[in-house]
């Protein structure tokens, strides 16, 4: 797991100097689960510390933690007939092989997408390493951008293939079926 401090708002932070305490001050952070968090032990764990590191400073304010917004992880199911489509359009499109690695990320819709549409939902990047996606200079060459748009075409060629080669068998196991019942 791992935590983001996104933001503190409240403290001056235009041009010149002022002295003003500011009389709210609200900070931002996430956190990124590893397998098996539950959202709510990790909620009631992380106001718990909280308060208790705030309950020693003695202090006159008050201390409100509050979830926004909460997602359960997911996890890509590598073995899915997509990602066979996307590691032959990789390395047609690249000539090497993908390293099927975990990467952490916040797409929150990737589960929920998935749960609704009781459909496998496989995440596809064409960005390089050093892309710097979300951060403040995040780019997306144009060199990625070419060979991701090609990597788009095969992948979409090698599922339908995929798909054919599907139905195909389930059609000779249909007629297989069918000729032992005498239909």
Do not use: C
């Not at 709210?24 to 718990?48: C, D, H, L, T």
């Not at 092989?97 to 819709?109: Q, V």
């Amino acid at each position: 797991p791992s935590l983001s401090i996104h933001g503190i708002e409240g403290a001056f932070a235009g041009t010149g100097t002022k002295t003003v305490i500011p009389s709210k001050v609200i900070g931002k952070f996430s956190i990124r689960q590893a397998p098996n968090m539950q959202i709510p032990v990790v909620e009631k764990q992380v106001k718990q510390y909280l308060e208790e590191v705030f309950s020693k400073l003695n202090s006159p304010n008050k201390l409100t933690v509050s979830l926004e917004i909460e997602a359960m992880p997911w996890v890509a199911d590598i073995d899915d007939p997509q990602y066979k489509a996307a590691k032959i359009a990789i390395q047609k499109v690249f000539s090497v092989s993908p390293d099927m690695i975990r990467d952490g990320s916040t797409i929150p819709l990737a589960r929920i997408f998935q749960d609704l549409t009781k459909k496998k939902v496989m995440m596809l990047p064409i960005g390089g390493a050093d892309d710097g996606e979300h951060s403040q200079n995040e780019k997306l060459s144009r060199f990625n951008y070419i060979q991701g748009t090609k990597v788009f075409s095969v992948f979409f060629l090698e599922l339908s293939k995929i798909h054919e080669d599907s139905l195909a068998k389930t059609n000779q196991k249909k007629l297989k079926i069918s000729q032992l019942i005498g239909s």
